[in-house]
């Protein structure tokens, strides 16, 4: 139970807020950090799911060295897929390891504090029934909130249409024909997992053909780096390498050029060790959009239009959506609305400053929401690091501000006798030293 006004609290446990936790407390501020650790990757995602990133773009950002993924799995290599419950578990030891404290709740409300000043800024309602309060508060609960289905499917029945981030399981659909709207990863491994389970599944995919990601050369020559580019978190060539190791620099484009970027890079493609996966089970239509969909006795039917031709109509017992997620502030309904109409938005994403800062002083935004301002790194783990560093120094460096100042008061020797152990400013057990400079690594 805390009865004080903490420094910052951040909303989220998953990689975005355990990286952006660890680099407030590195900076010695007071944090909470609100949620179960790893929930959306241990609870909404097929257990028998492989990473599509590269080991050494899964890793979350910790100050200090012998965190990252590769640290604690030194076996694996570029070109060795990471099954989902080896990322957990390496995200649970992150949690368990470096930002212990933890707290196991939910967020329900975040509202500006009457008054503000010293006593904090945001008062936040727990689902434990505590209303605790910040100064700051960083929002990072990731994409479950933001899945999007095309209008065009609208007109079908819950039961009959899901998103993909809906299933963990696929067993129900045995026998059945199930369309999967989508052409990406979420898709084209849904189609996967139908199939494996005894499903007829079918993939509407809008683009002309199935693009799949070139299988990783751990260690490429000379020669291959300097014609494709270095190798990023993003994948391979110059420009990605930009957008992925210094994500800052997106913010120099204009902002038209920056939603381009968004939408391109890295967009709808396979995982290459998927491919051979993809086999006869798996009915691929390409160039195919949907233009409608309705009930039709009991079953969907989802009409398509394709370049020449007229459309089809295509009917299935399920449709699942996977298309993907965007953000929209209007979806974050933890924000009361008063706070959150006062939050600036463009592409329905919050306008964040050069440290993730949105229009409102003391709140913040890290993960997918922060995409339509940093660019397309901010949708994988691979941007954490960064954005945890940014939030962490300008948190630090507001509340630093803020601080009174510190009386001067000149210790005798013989005051400190008898107290050594005590006296001076030590943090608290396994806590870092609250001056310790962040490593600029
Ligand atoms: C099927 C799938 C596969 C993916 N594969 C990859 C991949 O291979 N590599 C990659 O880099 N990215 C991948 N991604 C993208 C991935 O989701 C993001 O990279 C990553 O989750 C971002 O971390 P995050 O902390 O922003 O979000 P999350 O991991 O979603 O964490 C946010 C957390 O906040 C919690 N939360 C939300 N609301 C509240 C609240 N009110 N109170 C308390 N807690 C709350 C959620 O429960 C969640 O645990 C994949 C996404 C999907 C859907």
Redesign the pocket.
Known sequence: MHDSTADVLV????????STAAYLRHHGLDVRI????????AD???PG?H???EPF??SLGAPHGGATFTDRNPGWRTGRP?PLSTFVEYGRWFAGHIVPYTEE????RIERAEGGGAGGRYEVALSTGETARARAVVI??????FARVPDELSGLPAELLTH??DHREFGRFEGQEVAVVGAG??AL?TAVFLAEAGARPQILARTERLAWNDVPVPAPSALDRMLRGPASGLGRGYRTWVWSEHPWTTRFLPDATRQHLLRTTMGPAGAWWLRDRVDHRVHVMTGRTVTAARESGGRAAVTTAGAVGSPWEHEVDHVIAATG?VPDLARID?LAPELRERVKARHRAPVLGSHFQSSVPGLYF???TAAPSFGPVM????G?DFAARRIAAHVAANAKAAAPPVETVTVLESDTAGTAGTAGNVGHAGQTSPHAPVNPR
């Open positions: 909303v989220g446990a998953g990689p975005y807020g355990l609100i949620g179960t650790p790893m929930e959306f990757w909404r995602m097929p799911m990473l599509k990133s773009a899964s990471i709740a939910r967020v329900e990072a609960i990731g994409v479950a909130a993909s981030m990863q979420s491994e997620f933890i890290a993960g997918l949708r994988f783990v691979h954490a």
